[in-house]
């Protein structure tokens, strides 16, 4: 093709996936306790190391990729003669976007013959994954390059994404959750139901007691907005934070329902930069379906 898809590594894919389905991707950053890493897949740190030093109290803090670095990462395949298509992290909580456009706009002077469309994905996790996954599909049709971009732009709302935790530590140390809602849902086992709205913002739903009841719930949820309820016959992608029990249980759920699934739930890690704020016990639901509205 005359041009490249890319996006971030927190659409947290595998590296095998992003490299099957010819998709680039550029890196995040994270320090655990100090020492800085690149949002790399699991490279650099493996995710069971990762998490278990969040559950063990070691800090976490997470840098998105800045203008320097998207000028570098996105100069070669310009120099190559390929035009580019990225689609970044959610602007409802991350500022990478600002730095794509400023980078883009500095390119678009060097490279004037080259079309470069920046996308704000709406989404986060395998759920943005989804979307790119979806998209390199288009691509592999025909799509041509404007008219992927305005198919992204077009579909991102439609991508449903559907989270719970069984740990609220660290929704609480994010400020997400209140300190004292945070100790009575531990007392209660409330497992909070959160998806994202149309603003790309993780919004808290529901508040669900045991997680029995919630994995019960989140499949609920796919089956209210499923593109074709029942019949939904996309593909359906799950991401956890060191909880694959929970998450496969979603996904025998899932796939006893939904009968005409696209191949059977690809379960991914929840990545390290989204990870650091989520925390382990974190399982994100991902499906195709009617276009979010708030």
Same mark, same amino acid.
């Given at each position: 093709?005359?041009?490249?898809?890319?996006?971030?590594?927190?659409?947290?894919?595998?590296?095998?996936?992003?490299?099957?389905?010819?998709?680039?991707?550029?890196?995040?950053?994270?320090?655990?306790?100090?020492?800085?890493?690149?949002?790399?897949?699991? #490279?650099?740190?493996? %995710?069971?190391?990762?998490y278990?030093r969040?559950?063990?109290?070691?800090?976490?803090?997470?840098? #998105?990729? $800045?203008?320097?670095?998207?000028?570098?990462? %996105?100069?070669?395949?310009?120099?190559?003669?390929?035009?580019?298509?990225?689609?970044?992290?959610?602007?409802?909580?991350?500022? !990478?976007? $600002?730095?794509?456009? $400023?980078?883009?706009?500095?390119?678009?002077?060097?490279?004037?013959?080259?079309?470069?469309?920046?996308?704000? !994905?709406?989404?986060?996790?395998?759920?943005?994954?989804l979307?790119?996954?979806?998209?390199?599909?288009?691509r592999?049709?025909?799509?041509?390059?404007?008219?992927?971009?305005?198919?992204?732009?077009?579909?991102?709302?439609?991508?449903?994404?559907?989270?719970?935790?069984?740990?609220?530590?660290?929704?609480v140390?994010?400020?997400?959750?209140?300190?004292?809602?945070?100790?009575?849902?531990?007392?209660?086992?409330? *497992?909070?139901?959160?998806?994202?709205?149309?603003?790309?913002?993780?919004?808290?739903?529901?508040?669900?007691?045991?997680?029995?009841?919630?994995?019960?719930?989140?499949?609920?949820?796919?089956?209210? %907005?499923?593109?074709?309820?029942?019949?939904y016959?996309?593909? *359906?992608?799950?991401?956890?934070?060191?909880?694959?029990?929970?998450?496969?249980?979603?996904?025998?759920?899932?796939?006893?329902?939904?009968?005409?699934?696209?191949?059977?739930?690809?379960?991914? $890690?929840?990545?390290?930069?989204i990870?650091?704020?989520?925390?382990p016990?974190?399982?994100?639901?991902?499906?195709?379906g009617?276009?979010r509205?708030?």
């Amino acid at each position: 093709m005359s041009y490249i898809l890319s996006c971030c590594s927190t659409a947290d894919l595998s590296r095998e996936h992003f490299e099957s389905r010819d998709i680039h991707y550029v890196c995040f950053h994270y320090a655990i306790d100090g020492v800085e890493y690149a949002d790399d897949l699991g #490279q650099s740190m493996p %995710f069971d190391e990762f998490y278990s030093r969040m559950a063990k109290g070691a800090d976490t803090r997470t840098a #998105q990729v $800045n203008v320097a670095e998207y000028v570098d990462y %996105f100069t070669p395949f310009l120099e190559d003669g390929k035009d580019i298509i990225h689609v970044c992290l959610s602007s409802g909580i991350s500022g !990478s976007i $600002n730095a794509a456009r $400023n980078a883009a706009a500095i390119l678009r002077e060097r490279y004037p013959g080259r079309i470069i469309h920046i996308i704000d !994905s709406l989404g986060a996790s395998s759920g943005y994954g989804l979307l790119m996954d979806t998209a390199a599909t288009k691509r592999d049709e025909g799509m041509d390059v404007d008219e992927l971009a305005a198919w992204i732009q077009q579909n991102r709302l439609k991508l449903h994404h559907w989270f719970f935790s069984t740990d609220l530590t660290f929704f609480v140390r994010g400020g997400r959750i209140s300190k004292t809602a945070g100790v009575f849902g531990g007392i209660l086992e409330i *497992c909070p139901l959160m998806n994202m709205d149309n603003l790309g913002r993780l919004i808290p739903r529901f508040k669900i007691r045991t997680k029995k009841k919630v994995i019960r719930e989140i499949v609920a949820r796919m089956e209210e %907005f499923a593109e074709g309820r029942l019949d939904y016959s996309g593909k *359906c992608f799950i991401s956890q934070s060191a909880c694959y029990d929970d998450a496969r249980a979603v996904a025998d759920l899932v796939e006893a329902r939904f009968k005409k699934l696209d191949g059977r739930v690809v379960i991914n $890690n929840i990545g390290t930069t989204i990870g650091s704020h989520t925390g382990p016990g974190t399982v994100a639901l991902f499906f195709w379906g009617d276009e979010r509205f708030d």
